[in-house]
């Protein structure tokens, strides 16, 4: 099955951009989605479709995709922020498998 | 708004079956479009995705999971269900049901429940 690998963890500054990669194989069929978690809560979907935001998630969210990776980018981070956030896509294996990416902690300093 | 809803015991037992149910507000299950999925975190850790069911009654399990793993769907009650035998307390995780859309080359979780906390443990 597909694997999709994220850095572990990165730090912004207050209102500076920051942005988080995603690297797999099936990457290059699907376009991948992309959540956000704070402790104790669920995950809350910020990107999907490559650059989709749903209705309530800032535009300072967005995504971008380039074969293999794809980025979510916060521009002028806020402290509410700070979270881990996972990438998600559907397997290349062409059965219906679906995978996580590791997952980046992002700290807003 | 849709809403969804995991139910279930907070502690089993090792060897036991896992059992949990998600309750689906807000949207019809039966109207098909998406489909009803299980997704897991072990304390600390990233998402597992366990399974997808479809209205019909199609499922998709993960293969690391597939031998243990049972989903339903009841379009009654507009509920869906999971079932994980033989349970060890490597399965002691949040348990997330959630709501997979999909188009074309696009597939993403855009509805998720708040989670529920399973320990298995004597």
């Known amino acids: 099955s597909s694997e999709l690998t994220q850095d572990p963890a990165v730090s912004v500054a207050l209102g500076q951009t920051v942005r988080i990669t995603c690297q797999g194989d099936s990457l290059r069929s699907y376009y991948a989605s992309w959540y956000q978690q704070k402790p104790g809560q669920a995950p809350v979907l910020v990107i999907y479709?490559?650059?989709n935001r749903p209705s309530g998630i800032p535009d300072r969210f967005s995504g971008s995709s380039s074969g293999d990776t794809a980025s979510l980018t916060i521009t002028g981070a806020q402290a509410e922020d700070e979270a881990d956030y996972y990438c998600?896509?559907?397997?290349?294996?062409?059965?219906?498998?679906?995978?996580f990416g590791t997952g980046t902690k992002v700290t807003v300093l | 708004q849709v809403q969804l809803q995991e139910s279930g015991p907070g502690l089993v037992k090792p060897s036991q079956t896992l059992s949990l149910t998600c309750t689906v507000s807000?949207?019809?299950?039966?109207?098909?479009?998406?489909?009803w999925s299980w997704i897991r975190q072990h304390p600390g850790k990233g998402l597992e995705w366990i399974g997808n069911?479809?209205?019909?009654?199609?499922?998709y399990y993960n293969p690391s999971l597939k031998s243990r793993v049972t989903m339903s769907v009841d379009t009654s009650n507009n509920q869906f269900s999971l079932k994980l035998s033989s349970a060890t307390a490597a399965d002691t995780a949040v348990y997330y049901c959630?709501?997979?859309?999909?188009?074309?080359?696009?597939?993403?979780?855009?509805?998720w429940g708040q989670g529920t906390l399973v320990t298995v443990s004597s």
């Open positions: 069911i479809y209205y019909s009654g199609s499922t």
């Open positions: 479709n490559k650059n």
């Open positions: 959630a709501r997979l859309a999909y188009d074309s080359s696009v597939y993403y979780f855009d509805y």
């Open positions: 807000g949207a019809s299950i039966s109207r098909g479009g998406y489909y």
């Open positions: 998600h896509s559907r397997d290349s294996s062409g059965k219906h498998n679906y995978v």
